[in-house]
């Protein structure tokens, strides 16, 4: 691995304009749920059931509020946007021949997936991690209660971590919901090889995202899809859900890398 290619792949992914407005839209739609659910004078601490817990109530607590579902629903949206398309301008500048010639192809396209994957996780597991941290600063961090009929479903197999640390298991969530996001923000690199529009390739994560959600649909509605099962406080999480994501993300790059190499 050329370091300098690295630093140099970073430094495009995370100062530019468009991760100034990926950071705006997330932390945006964090501030509105903050404001209208968390902050919201209305909302009581004392349900008549139970102690209210900032585990029910940050913006990953559950689908209820409309801003939970829009966040989880723009994800790929939200991730694209920092460097997801800089391949694509590479390509059409002629500034990966110049990689070509300098002998560090490989070392670019390695760096291309690091820089893209970083950054799209990054600007949600920072959202992801702020609403948790607001929220906090007026909820308790009481033990979730089974009687709230909140949290996963009880065939998920993260059941026992929510009721019994769900301090663990918030954190575990918010890495694999970055996670998730850095390896939607690469699909745009593989769209970069079939696409000649700058806009489908950026919403080409979306695009994919919407399909899974659509077929989840169309198949009962059963919770399955991505916008769904990332919720920490939501939906069923079954573990293989989680293992064919991470699966789908080595085949992504593995396409990416062997189809780049080729690329002259």
Same mark, same amino acid.
């Given at each position: ?18 991760? $100034?407005?990926?950071?705006?839209? /997330? ?26 817990? $900032? ?5 990953? /607590?559950? #689908? ?18 920092? #460097? ?7 390509? &059409?500048? =002629?500034? %990966? ?21 970083? @950054? =799209? ?12 941290? *607001? ?12 009687? *709230? /009929?909140?949290?996963?479903?009880? &065939? ?33 690199? $593989? ?8 806009? %489908? %390739? ?11 959600? @659509? ?15 990332? %919720? ?17 993300? $080595? ?7 062997? &189809? /780049?190499?080729?690329?002259?």
């Amino acid at each position: 691995m050329n370091l300098v290619v690295l630093k140099n792949e970073m430094k495009r992914s995370f100062f530019n304009k468009g991760m $100034v407005l990926s950071l705006l839209m /997330g932390i945006g739609i964090i501030l509105w749920h903050q404001v209208q659910y968390v902050w919201n004078p209305a909302h009581e601490l004392n349900n008549g059931v139970c102690m209210e817990s $900032v585990y029910y109530n940050w913006i990953g /607590g559950s #689908c209820a509020p409309m801003q939970s579902f829009l966040f989880y629903f723009t994800i790929p949206l939200i991730a694209v946007l920092p #460097c997801g398309c800089t391949y694509f301008d590479d390509l &059409k500048s =002629g500034y %990966i021949f110049q990689m070509s010639t300098r002998g560090v192809k490989k070392d670019f396209l390695l760096s291309k997936f690091i820089s893209v994957f970083l @950054s =799209g996780g990054f600007v949600i597991g920072v959202s992801l991690t702020l609403s948790f941290l *607001m929220t906090a600063m007026k909820f308790p961090m009481l033990l979730p209660e089974p009687i *709230m /009929g909140l949290g996963p479903d009880m &065939k998920s197999f993260d059941i026992n971590l929510y009721y019994q640390y769900p301090f663990l298991h918030t954190v575990l969530f918010i890495f694999i919901d970055a996670l998730f996001a850095g390896g939607l923000a690469t699909i745009s690199l $593989v769209a970069s090889f079939w696409m000649n529009h700058k806009f %489908i %390739i950026a919403i080409a994560p979306f695009i994919c995202y919407y399909f899974l959600f @659509s077929l989840d649909q169309l198949l009962g509605g059963n919770d399955y899809s991505p916008n769904y099962f990332l %919720i920490p406080g939501f939906s069923p999480h079954l573990i293989i859900e989680f293992v064919l994501g991470v699966f789908m993300m $080595v085949i992504v790059f593995t396409y990416f890398y062997s &189809k /780049g190499k080729k690329v002259e």
